[in-house]
């Protein structure tokens, strides 16, 4: 059965140097307060796997925790760059960063056959990009029965994923609704998984849209109300888009940035902000 602990002691627990995780969620549902908890336990060595990294991933960066990234897009949504992930790459701040760029469709079909337990997936794509000459995981096959020429991209299986959710019941059943994106896959294909929950409820009550993770899949569910925060969780908050705007200014300095996360992030858990 999942365990339902703190989300401290399920970081502790399930994510250790070295490891490839993922937090995935798409504008809505991003578990930022797990990202936190990460930068307060000091991981380091991450490979960071996300579709879509946005601010959590450049606090994240920026912090000292990552050597690699495995993405398809990098941004602050609305807003613009991810100035701590660009100092990373330009200029090996706070220390060097790798990174592996695909498309949207490429990540998303490798999460897939990571959750199906494919070695690889094939899809018709990255022709006419550069991607190709930069990214030694996309390679060319033949298909066998028409021989055509497609794309192979690996399968991702992470050590660890994490995800934010409105609601789990008391035996670790997690629901989710509203825009959702790689999460159920993400979950399925990794060795280990956390869902940071809004709510923790007696029954699940069924949704349209909504995606039920049951507990067999899962290694720990954390109660975190406002987890996703600035990112919104449909029918708890709303996006905090001034969040995301102040973020520019603050990332683009060095010194501002690390007075941001010692105050936010560090002194937080003193509070404990996030468990």
């Known amino acids: 059965m999942t365990n339902i602990t703190t989300l401290a002691e ?6 250790s140097d070295g490891d490839t995780i993922a937090l995935e969620g798409f504008t809505h549902l991003i578990p930022v307060a797990a990202g936190h908890e990460i930068i307060r336990q000091h991981r380091r060595e991450l490979t960071v796997v996300r579709m879509t990294p946005d601010v959590v991933y450049d ?5 000292g925790c990552v050597a690699k990234m495995i993405f398809s897009w990098g941004g602050n949504p609305g807003v613009g760059s991810l100035h701590r992930f660009r100092d990373a790459v330009e200029h090996g701040w706070p220390r060097p960063l790798e990174i592996e760029e695909h498309s949207h ?15 690889f997936a094939v899809l018709r794509g990255y022709r006419g990009t550069d991607l190709v000459a930069h990214t030694a995981t996309i390679a060319t096959v033949t298909c066998p029965f028409t021989g055509e020429e497609l794309t192979a ?20 059943n997690v629901m989710m609704w509203g825009i959702t994106g790689v999460q159920k896959e993400a979950v399925l294909a990794a060795h280990r998984a956390l869902v940071t929950v809004e709510e923790i409820v007696d029954e699940l009550h069924p949704r349209p849209g909504g995606v039920v993770l049951p507990s067999w899949a899962l290694s720990h569910v954390a109660h975190v109300p406002g987890g996703a925060h600035p990112s919104y969780a449909q029918g708890y908050s709303t996006r905090d888009n001034a969040y995301y705007t102040a973020w520019d200014e603050i ?6 940035f690390c007075e941001w996360i010692d105050t936010h992030v560090h002194a937080a858990s003193a509070a404990g902000v996030g468990e």
Do not use: F, T, W
């Not at 399920?10 to 994510?15: D, F, I, P, T």
């Not at 606090?59 to 912090?63: K, N, P, R, S, T």
């Not at 990332?251 to 501002?256: G, I, L, M, P, Q």
């Open 10 to 15: 399920a970081v502790a627990e399930l994510v």
């Open 59 to 63: 606090q994240l960066i920026g912090a």
């Open 105 to 119: 469709a490429g990540m998303a079909n490798r999460y897939a056959a990571g959750a199906s337990g494919l070695p």
């Open 153 to 172: 991209v690996p399968a991702i299986n992470p050590d660890v994923s994490v995800i934010h959710a409105q609601q789990a019941d008391r035996a670790g």
């Open 251 to 256: 990332s683009k300095d060095r010194d501002r």
